[in-house]
Nanobody, 120 residues
Framework: QVQLVESGGGLVQPGGSLRLSCGAS????????MAWYRQAPGKQRDMVAG???????NYADSVKGRFTISIDNAKNTAYLQMNSLKPEDTAVYYC??????????????WGQGTQVTVSS
């Protein structure tokens, strides 16, 4: 069974930086796509950034130029470097993965979420 575990959330002042990590564990054969989503209170869950197996990335307009997604395939870990954080970035951040494991066909997985709060 594949599991995604996020870490790195916390409280940061406006203009500050955080790096989120998402580690995938289990009998992983290959990672097809990983992404970060976020959900603020009372709002829907939106995609923030994604990265494919070829390294192609995509970002929400609201984070372009401030956030960078990357992946370490050797460690099965995705990262989200967040710079110039704003109060409107406050949300629970979720890791998403589309992963092929030795036990299952290509499937989607979600992490449990990590809270990011941007406030002075």
């Amino acid at each position: 069974q594949v599991q995604l575990v996020e870490s790195g959330g916390g409280l940061v002042q406006p203009g500050g930086s955080l790096r989120l990590s998402c580690g995938a564990s289990g009998s992983i054969f290959s990672i097809n796509y990983m992404a970060w989503y976020r959900q603020a209170p009372g709002k829907q869950r939106d995609m923030v950034a994604g990265i494919g197996s070829s390294g192609t990335t995509n970002y929400a307009d609201s984070v372009k130029g401030r956030f960078t997604i990357s992946i370490d395939n050797a460690k099965n870990t995705a990262y989200l470097q967040m710079n110039s954080l704003k109060p409107e970035d406050t949300a629970v951040y979720y890791c998403f993965g589309r992963i092929l494991s030795r036990a299952s066909p290509l499937s989607v997985y979600w992490g449990q979420g990590t809270q990011v709060t941007v406030s002075s």
